[in-house]
């Protein structure tokens, strides 16, 4: 099991930049694919990017491609997703996940055992 809590959020101009941290407790973090979510008022969860457990391959979706990374260092149990050329439309709730152990979840973008609270990132026009 891995608990997570995100932190970072907050409320930025567009253009602006944001850094999310995900800290994770438990055993073995450097095994967990790990990945990061966002929901919009009235929207359905999104995949936003995702890194394999040794941080050697990302993945992201199209609509952050070249303004987000996704990095992780295993020794602080942390990942983080730098968000730049923030626009209004990644106004939303951002999600930590966890995946399985050594599991193709960080390029199948499914898969995601554990989840965090959440933090509100707010993108001002």
């Known amino acids: 099991q891995v608990q997570l809590v995100e932190s970072g959020g907050g409320l930025v101009q567009a253009g602006g930049s944001l850094r999310l941290s995900c800290a994770a407790s438990?055993?073995?973090?450097?095994?967990?694919?790990m990945g990061w979510f966002r929901q919009a008022p009235g929207k359905e969860r999104e995949f936003v990017a995702a890194?394999?457990?040794?941080?050697?391959?990302?993945d992201y979706a199209d609509s952050v491609k070249g303004r987000f990374t996704i990095s992780r260092d295993n020794a602080k149990n942390t990942v983080y997703l730098q968000m730049n050329s923030l626009k209004p439309e990644d106004t939303a709730v951002y999600y930590c996940?966890?995946?399985?152990?050594?599991?193709?979840?960080?390029?199948?973008?499914?898969?995601?055992?554990?989840w965090g609270q959440g933090t509100q990132v707010t993108v001002s026009s």
């Open positions: 438990g055993r073995a973090f450097n095994t967990y694919p």
């Open positions: 996940a966890a995946g399985t152990p050594y599991s193709s979840s960080y390029y199948r973008r499914v898969g995601f055992d554990y």
């Open positions: 890194i394999k457990w040794s941080g050697s391959i990302t």
